[in-house]
């Protein structure tokens, strides 16, 4: 199993994070010891601490004569809170959470976009928050999270058993997060933090789409955010794959945002993925 930093995104975290960086700046309870990661990608994970880089100092990024932004494409789509309140249900009768079952929706949906037949491993970065396995105190800022590396084996015969399927997906990664010292894989990744500042461009080809619920929220207390807007891009084309799922929620409806790097990817294609989602989510 490989890591990835989430540094690959520095930049693009701080934009998904920064309602929550904005609330968490604005704290009265502003401790000696907070650290406030801006610019993020200055910094890397080491341990129980973060140190700030010396040699990468920001520099002016090279002009480019075909701008990155206009290979980039976006497309929001969204569920009824029925769907969402059904989903949380089979999530705690199954005992997973959502991101485990989303993840094989999507995944499988994909599969089905793609018209395959055969038995089919598609590999997913998926992006996981680390921040309670830190044990931080809560006035500290900022957004702390890995990409694994996720398989998902999937033929048609498997596309009907999407929970159990899940729950093993579930088990999977978390005993691998509790039991890998992913923190030691982690440290020290000033290559990718060089790239990184260097605006290169290092997608992993063998990579089928990244996966992200950061901004995933249940809205149930009145003490929560009521609306959490997920916003990412590949402008500066930084994530390891072509293609990044983002999932959310606004006002207790369940939101995807897809944006993908529209040179590689077919816009034909997205909207049929689209609509297999749709097709899975309403067999739930």
């Known amino acids: 199993m490989s890591f990835h930093h989430v540094t690959v995104d520095a930049k693009n975290l701080f934009y998904v994070g920064r309602q929550y960086l904005l609330l968490c700046s604005s704290s009265p309870n502003n401790l000696k010891n907070n650290i406030f990661l801006e610019p993020m990608e200055k910094y890397l994970f080491n341990k129980y601490s973060y140190e700030k880089i010396s040699d990468l100092e920001l520099k002016p990024r090279p002009i480019r004569p075909n701008p990155i932004t206009s290979r980039t494409s976006v497309r929001h789509f969204y569920f009824s809170k029925q769907i969402l309140m059904q989903l949380k249900d089979q999530c705690r009768v199954h005992g997973i959470r959502l991101n485990s079952i989303l993840t094989l929706i999507t995944a499988n949906a994909y599969y089905l976009a793609c018209d395959y037949n055969e038995e089919k491993i598609l590999k997913i970065h998926m992006m996981v928050n680390i921040r309670p396995q830190l044990k931080l105190d809560y006035e500290q800022t900022g957004m702390f999270a890995t990409v694994f590396d996720c398989f998902v084996n999937i033929n048609q015969q498997s596309i009907s058993s999407i929970w159990s399927n899940a729950v093993k997906q579930h088990h999977d990664l978390h005993h691998r997060i509790k039991e ?43 003490n929560q955010i009521e609306e959490h807007y997920f916003g990412v891009s590949l402008i500066e084309q930084r994530w390891t794959s072509s293609i990044l799922v983002g999932i959310s929620t606004i006002k207790d409806h369940l939101c995807f945002t897809i944006t993908y790097n529209k040179n590689k990817v077919e816009k034909d294609f997205i909207e049929k993925w689209i609509e297999k989602i749709y097709y899975l989510l309403e067999q739930i």
Do not use: Q
């Not at 500042?197 to 290092?202: A, G, K, L």
């Open 180 to 222: 890998k010292e992913y923190i030691m894989n982690c440290k020290n990744d000033t290559d990718l933090l060089k790239m990184i500042n260097n605006n290169e461009y290092f997608s992993c080809d063998d990579v089928h789409f990244a996966f992200s619920n950061l901004g995933l929220l249940s809205n149930t207390n009145h």
